[in-house]
């Protein structure tokens, strides 16, 4: 980017790109084609950092906060390009997946020198390769709303999470009340352009598994996304 162009330039270019990147990935996964899915994140690998670095921060900072508190291992479902990587304690183990191998390239050179990250996979997070009780902890940050059966995600999270182990979810969940649920009703008839469903209510998560809520959190910026930590049941 050119330092000498103007602030309202590079904001102008950088919601070009956004919108893009999300009409792309709408398109793509609307038509439920992962090699389509794929390709679109192939595309967009080189330049994901640099647009969603910033609002995606906090989100990222708060999980791996509450998981540095914990011990053992650890599963980033949908790491990406791995920015959270760098900032997770190395008393853990941590194993990432993702669908595109071209975001995990970017990923594992951030890796080469993180002694806590154990392996980055492609892989579906629908469809874990893992075998049942096999993470102390897993996390899905900016996921659950993207990706087409949420649910089928949750339930694969709670079975290779460890009995009394945590599962972490970092998302936009829609308001029930208020001008901001009246907002995002009224956006929801763009969402194929914003490349998420602005109505995605948390009871379409809550309820829905065997995991406990723990604890909820509301996020930057101006309180977009919420932070929900489950407990598995011992049982």
């Known amino acids: 980017m050119n330092r000498s162009e103007p602030i309202p330039d590079r904001v102008r270019k950088l919601t070009r790109r956004v919108r893009s ?3 792309s990935l709408t398109r793509d996964a609307a038509r439920l084609d ?6 679109a994140y192939a595309r967009w690998a080189p330049f994901y950092d640099m647009v969603f670095r910033a609002p995606l921060y906090w989100g990222r900072r708060a999980a791996v906060k509450r998981i ?9 479902a949908g790491v990406g390009t791995g920015m959270s990587l760098p900032n997770y304690k190395p008393h853990l183990t941590v ?10 390239e970017r990923a594992r050179w951030r890796a080469e020198k993180l002694p806590g990250v154990d392996q980055l996979i492609a892989m579906d997070a629908g469809a ?16 659950i709303t993207v990706v087409p059966d949420p649910l089928k995600v949750l339930h694969e999270l709670e079975r290779v999470t ?18 901001r649920a009246r907002v995002e009703t009224a956006l929801e008839r763009f969402s194929s352009r914003l490349g998420w469903n602005p109505e995605f209510p948390k009871s379409r998560i809550l ?19 919420t932070l929900l930590s489950f407990r598995k049941p011992e049982a």
Do not use: C, K, Q, W
């Open 95 to 104: 194993t990432g997946i993702d669908l595109s191998e071209e975001m995990l």
């Open 34 to 39: 992962e090699n389509a899915v794929r390709l």
């Open 68 to 76: 540095n508190e914990l011990e053992g291992r650890v599963l980033e």
């Open 207 to 225: 309820g829905r598994s065997r995991l406990e809520l723990e604890e909820e959190e509301t996020l930057p910026p101006f309180g977009l996304f």
């Open 128 to 143: 874990l390769g893992f075998p049942d009780n096999h993470f102390d902890v897993t996390v899905a940050m900016y996921v």
């Open 162 to 179: 460890r009995p009394g182990g945590t599962v972490i979810l970092v998302n936009h969940f829609s308001a029930t009340h208020g001008i």
């Open 21 to 23: 990147f999300a009409e």
